[in-house]
């Protein structure tokens, strides 16, 4: 009893987010998932919250970080220095220059477009360079998980992937919610028809880890459309 008093008042104190939820989630999938020699891809790395768990996991693996934000990139390098690959990149479905909407006050909203955020925010347009996941990763031996944070433009980051994501096969985890990727005119039935056509089933988070059934398509627009979740997981159908 004292411990549940413990745990429900740590609850009251510290509200467990959605975020906080799908961090948990993710963790779990990972260790799921990933094997001793396994590669990870970190598309949006930020600080490398995500990347820390798969370096502890597959230890013997190759690992990939992208990273837009030239500061972040930089402190990346240095903490991961010799322990995997670290790009001053935005993964997109083209490589080239484009403007990026940094937010200053909230790094981790940004994002190649300006998308709607909780509260005003102070953002900074800046200069970054693009690339695909196919010209950086069509070559390598093995891409066993894929995780996809960049506010909206995860349907660009995907279509740059499709020969990797026919190659490879990769579990997929990726990020996609209301006031982010329809700032990129993108829906959620063009993402379930990405991955129908790709041979893929989706998830919740949740249910992956619960061995529920995939989700059928209008009950992934439901969800979409009522913002219930905003994480998701891609695999392929065996």
Same mark, same amino acid.
């Given at each position: 009893?004292? @411990?549940?008093? /413990?745990?429900?008042?740590?609850?009251?104190?510290?509200?467990?987010?959605?975020? =906080?939820?799908?961090?948990?989630?993710?963790? +779990?999938? =990972?260790?799921? %998932?990933?094997?001793?020699?396994?590669?990870?891809?970190? %598309? !949006?790395?930020?600080?490398?919250?995500?990347?820390?768990?798969?370096?502890?996991?597959?230890? =013997?693996?190759?690992?990939?970080?992208?990273?837009?934000?030239?500061?972040?990139?930089?402190?990346?390098?240095?903490?991961?220095?010799? +322990?995997?690959?670290?790009?001053? #990149?935005?993964?997109?479905? &083209?490589?080239?220059?484009?403007? $990026?909407?940094? *937010?200053?006050? &909230?790094?981790?909203?940004?994002? /190649?477009?300006?998308?709607?955020?909780?509260?005003?925010?102070?953002?900074?347009?800046?200069? /970054?360079?693009?690339?695909?996941?196919?010209?950086?990763?069509?070559?390598?031996?093995? *891409?066993? @998980?894929?995780?996809?944070? %960049?506010?909206?433009?995860?349907?660009? %980051?995907?279509?740059?992937?499709?020969? *990797?994501?026919?190659?490879?096969?990769?579990?997929?985890?990726?990020?996609?919610?209301?006031?982010?990727?329809?700032?990129?005119?993108?829906?959620?039935?063009?993402?379930?028809? #990405? $991955?129908? &056509?790709? +041979?893929?089933?989706?998830?919740?988070?949740? !249910? #992956?880890?619960?061995?529920?059934?995939?989700?059928?398509?209008?009950?992934?627009?439901?969800?979409?459309?009522?913002?219930?979740?905003?994480?998701? @997981?891609?695999? #392929? +159908?065996?």
């Amino acid at each position: 009893m004292v @411990l549940d008093f /413990i745990k429900n008042t740590i609850k009251k104190t510290f509200p467990f987010t959605h975020n =906080m939820r799908y961090d948990v989630q993710t963790f +779990k999938i =990972m260790k799921i %998932v990933l094997e001793n020699e396994s590669t990870f891809i970190d %598309v !949006g790395c930020h600080k490398g919250e995500v990347l820390d768990q798969a370096l502890k996991l597959s230890p =013997m693996g190759s690992h990939f970080a992208y990273e837009p934000i030239p500061y972040l990139y930089d402190e990346l390098k240095v903490k991961y220095k010799d +322990k995997c690959v670290v790009k001053n #990149f935005a993964i997109s479905d &083209n490589s080239g220059n484009s403007d $990026f909407h940094h *937010v200053v006050s &909230n790094p981790a909203y940004s994002g /190649i477009k300006k998308r709607s955020y909780p509260k005003e925010e102070k953002i900074s347009k800046i200069k /970054i360079k693009t690339t695909t996941l196919d010209d950086q990763l069509i070559n390598e031996n093995r *891409v066993d @998980l894929i995780k996809i944070d %960049v506010e909206g433009g995860e349907f660009g %980051v995907l279509k740059g992937a499709e020969k *990797v994501i026919e190659k490879f096969h990769p579990v997929i985890i990726f990020e996609h919610g209301l006031g982010a990727s329809d700032y990129y005119n993108t829906s959620s039935e063009d993402i379930f028809d #990405f $991955f129908e &056509n790709s +041979k893929y089933s989706l998830f919740t988070l949740k !249910g #992956f880890i619960g061995e529920s059934s995939p989700l059928q398509k209008d009950k992934f627009n439901d969800l979409y459309n009522r913002n219930k979740e905003y994480y998701f @997981l891609a695999m #392929f +159908k065996v």
